[in-house]
């Protein structure tokens, strides 16, 4: 079938331009057939085999949309009809480059109408709306008010994410506006809101089991004790997300009601001052916390603010197993202000480190030291560097020390910085038992491939 096919690519008229929409649907599933079953490399290409890979026909390899200012309305219109029936995950973002050339070209036009057109094709099929992701200009919470979002029927819809590049006015204000994009009939269950206003009247909190939000407006106590009261009727919530700090709350001022999350179990804090870690911690009861996402920002304060951030923690975490950290007020901070920190988390199992550049010498001394303390990360078995790059054979060997000790699984992902030590490193003792005793090793000289992509998801 697949040879009888291919004649027809040929068919082509040599003064047009060849399109997807071009080329017989038949070969195209010949073709997807073929790298999907393929025991060659091929089929293991990041992003693509995957996809690929979970697709039950041809038409669900059409489900994904990366749409941008320069999409082709006829393209995309073909690429839905491509689709057929099957659920749509579509990921709008204005203001970035494209995404994906194959839905893009070199045509421009005026953004807000774009997006206009970009929607008036998207609507007759919003019952095949799965995801809707919109990354873009403040025009976004204009233009979806207007009834392009906000009434349509979306049954299969249950994940939504918006963030804009600048907040709207109603962000700005105390109160948000009554206006809002949600309505009573959706089933939403993962939910990101980046600088954008809601009506928490007719936000899905029944349905929710992921929520990620950011930046509350910095006044309104109104707004966050709504919030507040709505999400702790919740049931099905577990995963909840702040990006960007909230100082007026984090400063105590009278009014503000405490968040009660019974039956949340994960917890992601991102960009906010150390210094109000303490309080946030206590301000949102968690009381099954198990996951906790750390991404601080330090101010002059330094080294001392993490040592008061640390004495003033609450006792323990009893129930956390897995502790994620993203920061970098941790490079320049002695040996003994580290150790205290992990001594707050005694169940915990896995512990994922992202440090960007390098991570200090102190503090795998912080890490291996434990070993000295039974009340210091006494069930630790998953480390995982991420984006760290190794730099000297005394790493290594305090790496080789580290899981010398209970832990059992190691996840290394090395940017491209480390890469020129490699071959004066690999025949040192210390890199020959890595490379025996790591589960997963993995190296880059090219861009940085994103872990998930790169096989380490199934590392924990």
């Not at 494209?98 to 070209?105: E, G, I, K, P, R």
């Not at 774009?114 to 099929?125: G, T």
């Not at 939910?191 to 009506?199: N, S």
């Not at 000295?372 to 005394?394: E, G, K, W």
Request: aromatic share 10%; with cysteine; proline share 8%.
């Amino acid at each position: 079938m697949f040879l009888q096919l291919c004649p027809r690519l040929f068919t082509y008229d040599p003064q047009s331009k060849p399109t997807i929409d071009s080329i017989p649907l038949e070969l195209l599933t010949e073709i997807w057939k073929l790298l999907r079953d393929s025991p060659s490399t091929l089929n293991r290409i990041p992003k693509v085999s995957r996809s690929w890979s979970r697709a039950k026909d041809i038409t669900t390899l059409w489900g994904t949309l990366w749409i941008t200012e320069t999409t082709d309305i006829q393209l995309l219109s073909t690429w839905i009809r491509r689709a057929g029936q099957s659920d749509l995950d579509i990921h709008i973002s204005f203001g970035r480059a494209a995404t994906d050339v194959h839905l893009s070209n070199s045509m421009g036009r005026d953004s807000p109408a774009k997006f206009v057109d970009i929607m008036d094709i998207l609507k007759p099929v919003s019952i095949n709306w799965r995801c809707l992701e919109l990354f873009g200009p403040h025009y976004f919470d204009v233009l979806l008010k207007s009834d392009l979002v906000s009434t349509l029927p979306v049954p299969r819809l249950t994940h939504f994410s918006i963030k804009l590049d600048e907040p709207p006015l109603s962000l700005q204000s105390a109160e948000p506006s009554t206006d809002s994009i949600f309505h009573s009939n959706l089933y939403l269950t993962t939910v990101h809101i980046l600088g954008y206003p809601v009506d928490w009247d007719f936000f899905p909190f029944r349905t929710i089991t992921t929520l990620t939000l950011g930046p509350f407006p910095a006044t309104s106590v109104l707004h966050w004790n709504t919030f507040a009261q709505a999400i702790a009727e919740s049931p099905n919530l577990v995963s909840i997300g702040f990006v960007a700090a909230l100082p007026s709350i984090a400063a105590g001022p009278a009014g503000y009601l405490r968040l009660d999350l019974p039956a949340a179990k994960n917890l992601s804090l991102r960009f906010v001052p150390v210094d109000e870690l303490t309080h946030l911690l206590e301000f949102l009861h968690i009381p099954q916390l198990e996951s906790l996402t750390l991404c601080l920002v330090s101010s002059i304060g330094g080294d001392q603010e993490l040592v008061h951030c640390v004495n003033s923690l609450p006792i323990s975490f009893p129930n956390i197993t897995t502790l994620s950290i993203e920061s970098i007020i941790l490079l320049d901070t002695p040996q003994q202000a580290i150790s205290p920190f992990f001594t707050h988390f005694s169940q915990l199992t896995t512990l994922r480190l992202n440090f960007g550049p390098g991570l200090p010498i102190s503090f795998w001394h912080a890490l291996v030291s434990r070993a000295n303390d039974p009340n210091a990360l006494p069930r630790l078995q998953n480390l995982a560097f991420i984006d760290t790059p190794l730099l000297s054979v005394q790493e290594l060997v305090l790496l080789r020390e580290m899981a010398g000790q209970p832990v059992c699984e190691l996840s290394l992902h090395f940017s491209n910085s480390f890469f020129g030590d490699f071959h004066s490193l690999r025949s040192s003792s210390s890199m020959t038992w890595l490379t025996d005793h790591t589960r997963w090793f993995f190296l880059t000289e090219g861009d940085r491939v994103p872990w998930v992509q790169a096989g380490f998801e199934r590392t924990f």
